[in-house]
């Protein structure tokens, strides 16, 4: 089956401090791997995505890499921001649907100055 | 270019009552989804339409939830009766196709339903 598993939160860090969350992933086929913020009251966004085998998504600072021998895309920061507080979930997408997003739990992170 | 609208923002109602979601995706987006985030949970798909018809609904408690969209625009989400365990956020989405595996949702803000 297709499932997410991400680190279990909530994760405090301070300002400037490297930020790892990891995400594992369980797929039929070949999926295509995401990074979603939410912040405080808001909707989902997305944060990045990578689509095949050793990409590197990237945006905001924020980067991860699609590893196929590990299953895993953890998503790295080196200096978080006050403002990058907010909850992180790691979602897939298999290929053999091409339809339906599986996310994980989402992973919440707070930034003291 | 206007995201993804939600109304209402939030929603308290009595168990055994009745309550609709709206949302409007992005002008042009084909397909909808429909979200329900409980609560220290990730996004769990509700239903899916491409235009006016249904993809997948298999996870839709068909029993109290229905969900229309006849003009493959916007979109309706109702739920009736209420239980306890709805409380949650309602999340729509829309994305452009729906069909590649690369392509982006873009999510509205939800609608936080809370029952009592």
């Known amino acids: 089956g297709n499932s997410v598993t991400q680190m279990e939160g909530p994760v405090t860090l301070s300002e400037e401090a490297f930020l790892t969350i990891n995400c594992t992933y369980t797929a039929t086929g070949y999926p295509s791997l995401f990074w979603y913020v939410q912040y405080p009251g808001e909707g989902l966004q997305l944060l990045l995505k990578a689509t095949k085998a050793d990409d590197k998504g990237s945006n905001k600072g924020f980067e991860a890499t699609y590893r196929k021998e590990t299953t895993s895309f953890h998503l790295e920061k080196g200096s978080v921001q006050v403002s990058d507080s907010a909850v992180y979930f790691c979602?897939?997408?298999?290929?053999?649907?091409?339809?339906?997003?599986?996310f994980g739990t989402g992973t919440s992170l707070t930034v003291i100055p | 270019e206007a995201g993804v609208a939600q109304s209402p923002r939030y929603k308290i109602i009595e168990k055994r009552q009745s309550v609709a979601f709206w949302c409007n995706p992005i002008s042009g987006h084909a397909t909808l989804y429909w979200y329900q985030q409980i609560l220290g949970q990730g996004p769990k798909l509700l239903i899916q339409f491409q235009n006016n018809g249904v993809v997948d609904d298999s996870q839709l408690p068909k029993d109290r939830f229905s969900a229309e969209r006849l003009k493959g625009v916007d979109s309706t989400l109702k739920i009736q009766p209420a239980k306890l365990e709805d409380s949650a956020v309602y999340l729509c989405?829309?994305?452009?196709?729906?069909?590649?595996?690369?392509?982006?949702?873009?999510f509205g803000p939800g609608t936080r339903l809370l029952v009592l």
């Open positions: 979602a897939l997408r298999p290929r053999s649907t091409g339809n339906q997003f599986y």
């Open positions: 989405a829309s994305s452009l196709w729906g069909l590649a595996v690369r392509e982006t949702q873009y």
